[in-house]
C-alpha cells in the first residue's frame, strides 16, 4: 500500500517536474529565475566618489554583482566579467559591480591586475549587501526595468562564455 501511493505521488508531481525542467532549460547553468520582488535600495559611490543610485537607473536590465577580492571565485570570474562588458556593449545593460566591505586600497590593487576598465561601487561598511542578502560571494541579481529582481547566479562562473552572454542579450 505504501509503494503504491509512494508512485501515485511520484506521478502526479511529474508535470510539475516537467515544467521546472522546462522553463529552466534555456537559462545558462547557475542562472536561476527568481520570483520577481522589487530589488532592495541600492545607493553608493564608486572608488572615484561618484554617487550612485539604482533606483534612478531605471528602464532598461542591472547587472548587480557582489563580490570581494579575497573571494577564490570572484577573483577568478572577475577578469571574464571585464571581457564580457565590451561583448554586451550593444545591450542596454547596465554593469553595477559592488565590493563589499574592503578598502580602497585593496580594490584599487586588486582591480588594477585583472580588471582595471571595472569601477566598482564601494560598500565599505557591508551594509547594503547585507540588505540585499546574497548567499555568498560572488553573487549575481538580475534587474529588469521595472526593478524587480528577476534572476540569481550564485558563486563564480565564466560569464564571457557564449551561453551567458547570449543569455544577457536576451534580456529586453
Not at 38 to 50: F, M, Q, V, Y
Not at 56 to 70: D, K, L
Amino acid at each position: 500500500m505504501t509503494a503504491r501511493l509512494f508512485t501515485l505521488a511520484l506521478f502526479s508531481l511529474l508535470p510539475l517536474y516537467t515544467t521546472l525542467c522546462t522553463a529552466t532549460e534555456s537559462l545558462p547553468q547557475g542562472v536561476m529565475r527568481v520570483e520577481g520582488t522589487a530589488a532592495p535600495e541600492l545607493k553608493l559611490d564608486t572608488i572615484d566618489g561618484e554617487p550612485y543610485d539604482l533606483a534612478t537607473t531605471g528602464g532598461h536590465w542591472r547587472f548587480v554583482h557582489f563580490w570581494a577580492s579575497w573571494c577564490g571565485p570572484c577573483r577568478r570570474e572577475m577578469p571574464g566579467i571585464q571581457r564580457m562588458i565590451p561583448m554586451l556593449a550593444d545591450s542596454d545593460l547596465e554593469f553595477v559591480i559592488v565590493n563589499t566591505a574592503e578598502t580602497e586600497d585593496d580594490v584599487f590593487t586588486f582591480l588594477g591586475i585583472v580588471a582595471p576598465d571595472l569601477v566598482p561601487l564601494m560598500d565599505s561598511d557591508g551594509l547594503v549587501t547585507q540588505v540585499w542578502e546574497p548567499r555568498g560571494l560572488p553573487s549575481t541579481f538580475l534587474v529588469d526595468p521595472a526593478g524587480r529582481i528577476q534572476y540569481l547566479a550564485l558563486g563564480g562562473r565564466d560569464w564571457d562564455t557564449p551561453a551567458y552572454v547570449a543569455f544577457l542579450q536576451s534580456l529586453k
